[in-house]
Nanobody, 120 residues
């Protein structure tokens, strides 16, 4: 399974970005982020079959995870960004269609990461 994350960049506080994760399979997918000197943090997850979602407390209400079945792509819409959202964002997948996975060690496949920088 190959994962290709894209869409990161530099944005001002209060702005928005949309990340994309192209996957070769219809797997449960999640987004994590890691800032320098910090542990990898859960951001959002989606079950492929049912479309159930879950979010980390730090992003709930601001970020939205979704999927496009026809394109085998998972998106992370990030709104109201703050400098605390600055990190490398990773998408991850696991070969189960109908589960929500929120810890890194539950995922089998990882993308290369995309940098998100929010300026104040």
């Amino acid at each position: 399974v190959q994962l290709q994350a894209s869409g990161g960049g530099l944005v001002q506080a209060g702005g928005s970005l949309r990340l994309s994760c192209a996957t070769s399979s219809r797997y449960a997918t999640g987004w994590f982020r890691q800032a320098p000197g910090k542990e990898r943090e859960f951001v959002a997850a989606i079950s492929w079959r049912g479309g159930s979602t879950d979010y980390g407390l730090a992003v709930k209400g601001r970020f939205t995870i979704s999927r496009d079945g026809a394109k085998n792509t998972v998106y992370l819409q990030m709104n109201s960004l703050t400098p605390e959202d600055t990190a490398v964002y990773y998408c991850a997948a696991s070969p189960f269609e109908d589960v929500l996975l929120i810890t890194p060690n539950e995922y089998d496949y990882w993308g290369q990461g995309t940098q998100v920088t929010v300026s104040s």
